[in-house]
């Protein structure tokens, strides 16, 4: 039996090595695959399959991309969620005794990419990792391009998936158990990372000895591990120093305002619902930022937004001062304008992949901030000045760059031309003999030219001969006798050398190779003096950061009329004229309608928000949210002035169609939502219940929302807005002394309905359903048929609450009648119990019980015929009337 040749067995044991990933393995100008691996990268890229011998197997299955297309290739792969292992050959193969040595130099994986189109500038790239130890469990991410390092620990694993959600990360790791249970909760939502499970048997040492003792005596165990594991992962795939992770920054899940992943898909905060984009999203609105760097914190504060006042009034007092000054924010857009993304500058210095223009790029960058700070000085702003009072503008570092490199380096240190002149002494020399010899050269043509007489003699240069004299076939005669060398012959010339133009291009080639070599090397002791400076720069990119981000919201809180909010002390709410920020930006003819929002503890914490279809309802109880969040992210708010308290989580239970999760049916969805939110909202929390108990009949959804609504405004005590089709849910402000109902205004005339988006106290009285029907366009049959049903229905409906109120009235008159005379307490019980069935029958939608009296009958005869869309309202009031009367 033949074995495999001594290539595919080095193959194979690098192989071995990559693990689950696809295994690019160098041979001369190309990246080839075999086995597994060619059959899946030639289906994936579409590549052709062929194979070679090389063992045991006829042919094995191979195919390959050319190296210098390989990146656009392996960016394909990471897409479609693979990992790639890149093999290079890592010896001269001129110099290598046998089979050239191979090396795996990295693992590229979707949540490690340091460049590419994969990278998008203004979202961090984020590798997460989850991990448990006996006390609790633990959530860590790291961005590698900026070397942003967080974690945090969680008391249950199923928080785990709201930190997921902050974050969104491209790629998760941990341990099996906790994958397989975040991927469960997870499954639904679009954007799925490439998840990779940490086995026990996996090297983990403790990363203690990375980071300073500091930062690490903080960590709980869980912690500790989820990082160690993160860096294991983080050097096993990079194989290389990761010194640009220099601090594990560390947070607490309840310093930030808490939301669930729902929550935050369903305010729009990052990105919409629909097309999952930036556009038409909070962030999107608030995105004036000029910087890359900025942009990323801006959405890391929104993701995030605070709850210690402090913090907030910071910010806040910042975006005034440069809300009210126009020039000073234009200074400031215009210093970040020159600001390149200095975090992954650096990230890229530190890591060794940054080429010169990097480094030119930081040289500049750094050349603003001095500008920078004294705009933030001269601000006004504390805030402002505060952080720029801290900052190091790191301009040695800009000299460093300043003196040694060029203005515009070529792209790749190889070519040269790289170091400034009168920098090294020895490049110096170097440069001149280059150039001298070169001057010599130009000069020989025409010397040769009046020496030999020959006037189209040419002195030229190729790679294979170097340089050459030439001369026609027809002047050969002219030449001088012994000095010409013949070197090479064409078609209708000779090509010739000279000792003395041999000499001086030997003295040209060792010049430019040594200056190659020098210049390389002056390059990688300036980016090394520069990486050891990585704290310095990474702070400084913070700030700058920080300022774009204050610029930023201060830029569109005065392009679209935001107010300051003030923080409340007590608790209390107090929104005048809110707007909904994005539905007022994307509505062209500024016709969005503000509404006031006051719900105070002591009164009205609770609204109860009854309307049509289409009335604004929806709009109006996010816009409460988003002005919330707003305000805690330390931005000016879409109101004319508000008083809002810090809220510690806010829940939205939104009733819509396309929250299918894991097969659950919506409704089971619903009430596994409305669970955590009785379990974990406070009277500090904000909660939003868009139509609760849809998923089930009437009478159970009706009873679902009223026993809810009551248990958060007995026991949880915190701020709600509920909006129900349910209008027989307004009767509970009778009951319930915090809960106002309100409604959307409507107007009436003839057969039009106009939405007016006007909240107003009181309950609606309908829905206005078929209406809605009609505008979207359904047959006229459809509608007509509809409304006459509906009249149906309504009578039916009306005539049992008649009897129900009979009934009730008697259940009253026994129990008076039992109070009057303890000696006959049985006959309350039997009609109570009667009057119960009633309401249950009523409760589960089900018209038809019971059987409706003649005098109803004909009621609903008459209910049937009426032609209500022809009749005006005063008709329609009269026709009522009778009815009544009949009753
Ligand atoms: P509902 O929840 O009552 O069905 P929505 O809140 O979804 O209604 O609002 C329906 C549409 O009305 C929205 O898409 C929006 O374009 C418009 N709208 C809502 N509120 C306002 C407002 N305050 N001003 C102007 N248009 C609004």
Redo the contacts with the bound molecule.
Sequence with gaps: MTKYTPMMQQYLSIKAEAGDALLFFRLGDFYEMFFEDAIVASRELELTLTGRGGGPEERIPMCGVPYHSAESYIARLIDKGFKVAICEQVENPDEAKGIVRREIVKIVTPGTVMEGKRLQEGINNYIACLASSGEGFAFAACDLSTGELYVTATEASNLLVDELSVYSPSEVIGEEALLDEVKTALRGNAKNPLFTEWKEADPVSDAGSFFGEEDWSELGQAERRAVSILMAYLSQTQKRALAHITAIRRYETNQFMIMDPFTRRNLELVETVRERTKKGSLLWLLDQTVTSMGARMLRRWIEKPLIARGPIEERLEAVEELHNQVIVREDLRSALKEVYDLERLVGRICYGNANGRDLVALQHSLRQVPALREVCVHSGSATLNKLVGKMDDCQDIRQWIEEALVEEPPVSVRDGGLIRDGYHEYLDQLRSADRNGKQWIAELEQQERENTGIKSLKVGYNKVFGYYIEVTRSNLASIPEGRYERKQTLANAERFITPELKEKEALILEAQEKIVVIEYDLFQQLRERIAAQIERLQSLAEIVANVDVLQSLATVAAERRFCRPVLAEDGDMTIREG??PV?EAV?EDH?????DTGMKMEEGRIMLIT??????????MRQVAIITIMAQIGSFIPAESATIPLIDRIFTRIGAADDLIGGQSTFMVEMMDIQVMTEKATERSLVII?ELGRGTSTGEGMAIAQAVIEYLHNETGCKTLV?THFHELAHLDDSLPHLRNYC?AVKESGQQVT?L?KLIPGAASTSYGIYCAKIAGLPESIIERSYTLLSGFEARASVQQAEEEAAASAVQLSFFAAEASAAEPKTAAPQRASSRTNAAAKHDGDYSAGPPSSKAEQIAEQLKNADLINMTPLQAMNFLYELKQKC
């Design positions: 707007r909904h539905v509505l016709s969005f309608v503000a509404n309307g049509p279809n289409m009335a604004g309802k929806s709009t109006y868009d909006s959307m939405f988006r």
